[in-house]
């Protein structure tokens, strides 16, 4: 099966990204075929999986996609901007990264399902592609909806 994974965080630094790169490992390592879109602020190693990262801006990126770092639902060792900071601008430009990006992979990886990580943008994107897609909640998403009033 082929599997295309879409998270709001790098592979590292949170408990969803983590989650997200040990299940493509695993997943890559019975027999499936993966790709990770993400969003990153760094370069990263390769992995055993296929990755799309999304290039966010901080301090020592050369060649973001998006100028402003990746937003979190509570912290992030490597970005203090929270979701609910986000101006109507930036939110909108998230939304539509992650949302154009996830149909580039799918039209490219030609994935048989899309799994979403966190009830927030992922799902939505995941939707836009008209392709069959599962959601994994995670919590912290479903304590973002009470911090913003836009939500």
Known sequence: MKILIINHFPLEGSGSGVYTKNLAKELTEIGHKVKVV????????????????????????KDSEIDF???????????????????KKQMRDYIDIMVRVTQEEADKFE????????????????QKT???YVVTVHGTDLKGFKQDKRY
């Open 111 to 126: 994935p048989d399902i899309i799994h979403a990580q966190h009830l927030w943008i992922t799902p939505y994107a995941a």
């Open 38 to 61: 993400f969003p990153e602020n760094r370069k990263v190693p390769p992995e055993i999986f296929e990755m799309r990262p999304i290039m966010f801006m901080d301090d020592n990126t």
């Open 130 to 132: 008209d392709l069959p």
């Open 69 to 87: 770092n990746f937003p979190c639902f509570t912290s992030h060792p490597r970005s203090n901007t929270t979701f609910y900071q986000l101006d």
